[in-house]
T-cell receptor, first 113, second 117 residues
Framework: DGGITQSPKYLFRKEGQNVTLSCEQN?????MYWYRQDPGQGLRLIYY???????QKGDIAEGYSVSREKKESFPLTVTSAQKNPTAFYLC????????????FGQGTRLTVV | AQKITQTQPGMFVQEKEAVTLDCTYD???????LFWYKQPSSGEMIFLIY??????QNATEGRYSLNFQKARKSANLVISASQLGDSAMYFC??????????????FGSGTRLSIRP
């Protein structure tokens, strides 16, 4: 079945460590997105990518980095520069033509202790 | 600047009643798309309905309909005959550029809907 896979579902890290969240899609979508969600809040855009080897900052990119070396993959690194990294992270992808809603992964809940 | 506003943090509705969730948006683009998503307590994001800025008719998907008022820049979600399973967070979202994927998708702050039996 086609879809978006985020791993792991739960992730614990010590403060000061970088951590990379995985996002893989087999929907052949061009665009991919990373969002952060804090409890009871909406989704805030971290980074997005329209094509391979290209990506743009969203509204809250500071302390995060991404890469888009393959169409299927868009990993997100939460660096030690991110002041408050504990949150729920959602990855999404969308197609280029027609109905272009975003399809979401199951999310990764990151806890930094 | 692109912006989505949802002014209802929470709503309580009796089962089987209809409910309207408000969404207003701001964009300078003539071509854009509007979406509604449902997020149950599990955290997954479920796509509900889509409305393109050039669509002349309001979108409908089963019990969901989108009341699109372009001049007012509003895109309210209407759920008819609410069910207990409709209890969830609901998010309004927008992408500028219409049918192109070459633009970001932004979300509102959400409305928590609770259905009373």
């Amino acid at each position: 079945d086609g879809g978006i896979t985020q791993s792991p579902k739960y992730l614990f890290r010590k403060e000061g460590q970088n951590v990379t969240l995985s996002c893989e899609q087999n929907l052949n979508h061009d665009a991919m997105y990373w969002y952060r969600q804090d409890p009871g809040q909406g989704l805030r855009l971290i980074y997005y990518s329209q094509i391979v080897n290209d990506f743009q900052k969203g509204d809250i990119a500071e302390g995060y980095s991404v890469s888009r070396e393959k169409k299927e993959s868009f990993p997100l690194t939460v660096t030690s520069a991110q002041k408050n990294p504990t949150a729920f992270y959602l990855c999404a992808s969308s197609a280029g033509q027609g109905r272009t809603e975003a399809f979401f992964g199951q999310g990764t809940r990151l806890t930094v202790v | 600047a692109q912006k989505i506003t949802q002014t209802q943090p929470g709503m309580f509705v009796q089962e089987k009643e209809a409910v309207t969730l408000d969404c207003t948006y701001d964009t300078s683009d003539q071509s854009y798309g509007l979406f509604w998503y449902k997020q149950p307590s599990s955290g997954e994001m479920i796509f509900l309905i889509y409305q393109g800025s050039y669509d002349e008719q309001n979108a409908t998907e089963g019990r969901y309909s989108l009341n699109f008022q372009k001049a007012r820049k509003s895109a309210n979600l209407v759920i008819s005959a609410s069910q207990l399973g409709d209890s969830a967070m609901y998010f309004c979202a927008m992408r500028e550029g219409g049918y192109s994927s070459a633009s970001k998708i932004i979300f509102g702050s959400g409305t928590r809907l609770s259905i009373r039996p």
